[in-house]
């Protein structure tokens, strides 16, 4: 017997976490990140209208919140003219996330994604039992191709597809998204994540057909609406589909808090509009750093860059580690070839001033 | 093939919610509620010194939170007397249940708990396929000798008690909860919920004993600390133990203003013992209330009293309809011999008296 009476799957999941946090990061080295732009959080913010509204029921904490999500949920459809009973409104994505892979994942259930996509994603899937199977990335981008051909040899239940990407930034037009949803084969879904979406260019996202049981995509308020500690996202599917979350999900599990401030983003599109405006201008100045130490930039549908720096992991790793030293957060992506690059997410003045300069003291020193 | 590529335990659950939210049936109903005191929340809110630890870090609400939740549990390590090690903060006590049951839980796995307690409980446990066995009550009690029996005889990988009990605000000594967890054979883990304990006397909450690999202790804000919006609560256990729930939690789960919320409730004690007068005080009101109207209550080491209506649980299904008609919420527990009792969370004095009146209308029309 176990010295603890775990189940099977649990017993031989590794110790290891998705990502270690900034915070602890500081912490270990006892540098604080004066510049944070290494977990693509979104720096500008929320509408101070969300702030506002949050402010405002601070005085409600002592209640739950509305285990429905009524109220955003009925100014989501309004939003995506789709029915209330087609969204689900939960703790971020990554429990959504959860969730989903609660729902189709059992021990020896195979999955599909990319080599280098979203770690979390494969967290919960090794976390129920399942299989990874990956296919590679193709000049940076998810390969749309490749990932049916690999679930279809495998007899995969789930493809995580992200558009626009993380860590590259790459994104595919609806057409390609549209062409991957619209060959999926019965019996298999694909997850969608749209984290990044409402960066990315027109035309990035196909329409939402929510009579389709194979598709399940997910949105978020943590990136372009600027409130990732608020821990609320929601997921989009066919009626049935959704229904069957309600199985498995935390009823009770999303804040007050949050719900207001959620439901107040979305109310504010000028706002957005705003924020995805200095995000652009943050890209660009982004894009110009990195020609200036002598390296390129991948075009960027997200609120973050990945900067080619031509070398290895190890290199990549090095400039990172320099750069942490110096109180500037970025990451680099863990595997390669997408490993040769570091990721920086979009920051203010101030943050793009400090990381061009410690860029350019750590190209220097490593 | 079914209609979506569920796993076997999921395609068979129930489409069923633990509880229906107060918000829900308000809608359901389109009467709001003006005396909210069906969900054990806790009316007289927080410290006010949270309130402002969380307005001050509301401008911070773009970052994720620590996934460490290392500031919080660094102090409960401090004020439990125990290791860093031996806590894990999450969004709540449900959500740290959830995780335990994906633990421990997986298809046939027995679990035993009483007929009548924490229904969410009991929700994850079927959610991960689980077999749920059930010890009654006895005067009104959770039955330690019975739940024990019938761990053994099952062999039960999971105990739930809950200490007090909700919904019948009973409780036991700590000398009762010791000899509990001392008869734990291994491979069995008690699920020790004290939701509620710092609303109960004095020795009641047997010592910690983080070198018992047996028994995990369940915490939350949500209670007499009163921010049951805010998801968050803690669980306490052996470190090895603690460790295996890193494999499956959401890691960065949890609100970065309950973060600092939380934080600022524990270091406030003087409030909470002032909140702790306060419901002792409205449990008295309720008391009278009850005497005054002809029902008893129950002695309740918890921030609720149930009502003994003395009647079956279609009579006090009626008393809870037509109070919610009125705009007064309260719950009546669905199980019996519970379900001769309503349940009524303590209130502020304008919150009794529409009780008082509306349960004496209640008591006449039913």
Chains 1, 2 share one sequence.
Not at 12 to 25: I, N, R, S, Y
Not at 35 to 55: C, D, Q, W, Y
Not at 125 to 137: I, T, Y
Request: with cysteine; aromatic share 8%; proline share 5%.
């Amino acid at each position: 017997m176990n010295k603890y009476p775990l189940t099977t799957v649990v017993e031989k999941l590794p110790a290891t976490v998705p990502f270690v946090g900034p915070e602890t990061q500081e912490r270990q080295s006892k540098i604080p990140f004066k510049t944070r732009l290494g977990a693509n959080e979104n720096v500008f913010g929320p509408s101070p209208k969300a702030i506002a509204a949050m402010k405002n029921v601070l005085d409600d904490i002592w209640m739950y919140g509305d285990s429905e999500n009524h109220d955003l949920r009925q100014a989501l459809a309004k939003f995506h003219g789709i029915g209330y009973e087609n969204i689900v409104v939960g703790e971020g994505i990554d429990a959504l996330l959860g969730y989903t892979c609660r729902m189709f994942v059992e021990p020896g259930t195979k999955v599909v994604t990319s080599k280098g996509a979203y770690p979390t994603f494969n967290y919960h899937v090794s976390g129920n039992g399942g299989e990874l199977h990956f296919a590679p990335f193709e000049g940076d981008h998810e390969n749309p191709q490749a990932l049916l051909e690999l679930a279809n040899a495998r007899g995969a239940v789930l493809i995580y597809f992200s558009n626009p990407n993380n860590p590259m930034g790459s994104w595919h037009n609806a057409d390609v998204v549209q062409n991957l949803i619209d060959n999926i084969r019965p019996g298999t879904i694909l997850v969608l994540d749209e984290a990044y979406i409402e960066m990315a260019p027109e035309g990035v996202a196909p329409k939402f057909d929510v009579s389709n049981p194979g598709v399940l995509r997910f949105r978020t308020f943590s990136k372009a609406y600027g409130m990732a500690g608020a821990r609320i996202g929601y997921c989009i599917g066919e009626a049935g589909l959704i229904a069957q979350m309600e199985k498995v999900r935390n009823h009770f599990g999303v804040n007050r808090i949050a719900q207001a401030g959620a439901l107040a983003a979305l109310e504010d599109q000028d706002y957005l509009q705003q924020t995805i405006a200095e995000i652009t201008t943050a890209r660009d100045e982004i894009g110009r750093i990195a020609t200036k130490h002598g390296l390129s930039v991948l075009p960027s549908a997200a609120n973050f860059v990945a900067i080619d720096c031509a070398k290895d992991g190890e290199y990549t790793l090095s400039l990172a580690n320099y750069m942490s030293q110096k109180g500037v957060f970025i990451r680099r992506p863990g595997i390669a070839p997408q490993s040769r690059c570091i990721r920086v997410s979009a920051g203010r003045a101030g943050d793009l001033l400090r990381f061009d300069k410690v860029l350019g003291d750590a190209l220097a020193a490593v």
